[in-house]
């Protein structure tokens, strides 16, 4: 079992829709969760951290859920400049690596 | 925020050469980097983890002899890909890690990659 899933879309949805999508991880132990954004052929950028109580930032909102060990991501209002990869990232437990799903591809159409 | 820079961003090599990639942390000091690769449609895969002053620790299937990685300061580290091969053309992908709390609280922030093709 990959210790990181995502469902890796796409996600086609026109521009001021609101999608999300959601990631699963396998280690209970793990601490702390993120989401990153990575545009074609380029690095991955933090998007946001993931907190127990669940957090916003702007048009994003990030939840956790640790009993059924997913975290979710919802994009409201989507923008063409929000076509992209999400990765959901988790940190291995007691330690300092990262883990990586695979990416969920969202395209916004005018 | 943090930055990090790589060198070269893409680099085209001939098989059996060497390539050499520079991974910097520009306005911080970062005790350890990470070296990544990701091919096409794939997640990124950690290959080591590089400290500074010592050796670095390679992930389970990455050879050590082949990807050699030297983290000579508190801002640079370097990875060489050794006799690369067509198999070894990918993204690499550095991140440092920006710690400042126990082990699970970090963030890490990416260089903006090397792209690797070897003919």
């Known amino acids: 079992r990959k210790e990181v899933e995502q469902d890796p879309g796409p996600f086609n949805v026109p521009e001021g829709a609101t999608v999300a999508f959601n990631c699963t991880y396998s280690n209970s132990a793990s601490q702390s969760f993120f989401w990153y954004r990575q545009d074609c052929r380029k690095e991955p950028k933090l998007l946001m951290s993931v907190y127990s109580s669940g957090n916003e930032d702007g048009r994003f909102t990030a939840q956790l859920n640790r009993a059924s060990q997913y975290i979710s991501l919802l994009i409201r209002d989507s923008k063409l400049s929000d076509s992209a990869t999400y990765l959901c990232?988790?940190?291995?437990?007691?330690?300092?690596?990262?883990?990586f799903g695979a990416g969920t591809t969202v395209t916004v159409r005018a | 925020g943090a930055v990090v820079s790589q060198h070269p961003s893409w680099v085209i090599c001939k098989s059996g050469t060497s390539v050499k990639i520079e991974c910097r942390s520009l306005?911080?000091?970062?005790?350890?980097m990470f070296w990544y690769r990701q091919f096409p449609k794939q997640s990124l895969m950690l290959m080591a983890t590089?400290?500074?002053?010592?050796?670095?620790?390679?992930e389970q299937g990455v050879e050590k002899d082949k990807f050699l990685i030297n983290h000579a300061s508190l801002t640079l580290s370097t990875l060489t890909v050794t006799s690369a091969h067509p198999e070894d053309s990918s993204f690499y992908i550095c991140?440092?890690?920006?710690?400042?709390?126990?082990?699970?609280?970090?963030?890490?922030?990416f260089g903006p990659g090397t792209r690797l093709t070897v003919l």
């Open positions: 590089s400290n500074e002053g010592s050796k670095a620790t390679y």
């Open positions: 306005d911080f000091q970062a005790t350890t």
């Open positions: 991140s440092a890690r920006v710690g400042i709390g126990g082990v699970g609280t970090d963030t890490q922030y």
């Open positions: 990232v988790v940190n291995i437990p007691n330690d300092y690596k990262l883990s």
